[in-house]
């Protein structure tokens, strides 16, 4: 999990508004969650804060019963429109960011829209 904001001006226990995307990708067979999280480094994730408005980010792995490796991507923005603009420009992120090399087929999953997050201390 990568926090980028810490929503300063805001009080414990408030809702945040927000945009949120959570994305489901199909890796290949033994993709360990040290080399997915690897791909998201100090500065790709302030890359991707600077341009899409991100504010945290949060990866996962998951191996199946069935032995299908799944990779998890969520993120939370200053809006849902925000999230949205991400989509038309996923496929230059995913590239840039060395994730097309673990995927074991194409398509992927991925959904937008609003959100509430809350802050703790």
């Excluded at 033994?30 to 302030?46: N, Q, S």
């Excluded at 996962?60 to 032995?67: F, L, P, S, Y």
């Excluded at 849902?80 to 194409?106: H, M, N, R, T, Y």
Aim: hydrophobic share 45%; charged share 15%.
């Amino acid at each position: 999990m990568w926090p980028v904001a810490s929503f300063v001006y805001d009080e414990d226990c408030t809702l945040i508004p927000c945009g949120m995307s959570f994305a489901v990708y199909p890796l290949k067979a033994g993709t360990t969650l040290a080399e997915w999280r690897g791909l998201f480094t100090d500065e790709a994730v302030a890359e991707l804060s600077t341009e899409f408005g991100l504010l945290w980010l949060f990866t996962a792995v998951h191996q199946a019963a069935n032995t299908k490796t799944t990779g998890y991507i969520s993120g939370l923005y200053q809006c849902w429109e925000a999230a949205a603009a991400v989509q038309p420009k996923i496929g230059a992120s995913l590239k840039k960011l060395g994730l097309l090399d673990f995927l074991s087929a194409l398509p992927y999953e991925r959904t937008v829209g609003a959100g509430l997050v809350i802050k703790s201390s």
